[in-house]
């Protein structure tokens, strides 16, 4: 039980309290993109449009792990509505790690110094860490507003905890 306690007390600034900078961001503050992870908590999604609607950033870049199984994420990208342009692109590998290769080669390509990167909380602080190793550029995270159950938290401390053992087994990006 002391481990247990341990285990969710540890986790919780990484977890449940995570550093968030877009909640200090002043609207005159822009990045060069806005950056959405894949993931099945689609708050997310909106949360990153409505960003570029007010002008934190002139693109938006969102990444589709499943692909065309992902009958809305494919639509917004395959049919334009917003006056900035919305890209959508499949990680390889389709995970964090993968994201992260492709948000360096954006960067490469696009000259871009500065990302919001929109994700949703427990996901924030292991998507900076692997982020971190592939951008060169300031990552400004942004956890989407979502309302998560005890149940999906228990999971969620699980899930990311392994991905960050996966994340520590990689080197470079």
């Not at 570029?52 to 938006?60: D, K």
């Not at 065309?68 to 994420?73: H, I, R």
């Not at 692109?89 to 110094?113: I, K, S, V, Y």
């Not at 969620?156 to 470079?172: D, E, I, K, L, W």
Request: proline residues 8%; charged residues 20%; contains cysteine.
């Amino acid at each position: 039980m002391l481990v247990a306690c341990a285990f969710i007390a540890a986790g919780l600034p990484v977890y449940v309290a995570p550093q968030i900078e877009i909640e200090n961001l002043s609207p005159y503050r822009r990045a060069d993109a806005i950056f959405v992870l894949g993931g099945a908590i689609y708050e997310r999604y909106p949360y990153a449009l409505e960003l570029a609607l007010e002008g934190f950033a002139p693109e938006v870049v969102v990444s589709n792990p499943n692909g065309a199984k992902d009958v809305w994420l494919t639509d917004l990208c395959d049919h334009p509505r917003y006056e900035f342009p919305v890209t959508c692109f499949e990680p390889d590998p389709p995970t964090t790690r993968g994201e992260a290769m492709e948000l360096r080669r954006l960067a490469e390509q696009r000259g871009w110094n500065s990302v919001i990167v929109v994700t949703f909380v427990p996901h924030v602080s292991r998507a900076r860490f692997i982020l971190d190793r592939c951008f060169d550029g300031e990552l400004i995270m942004a956890a989407s507003p979502a309302d998560i159950a005890l149940s999906y938290w228990a999971w969620a401390y699980a899930y990311q905890t392994a991905g960050y053992m996966r994340a520590f087994s990689h080197t470079g990006c």
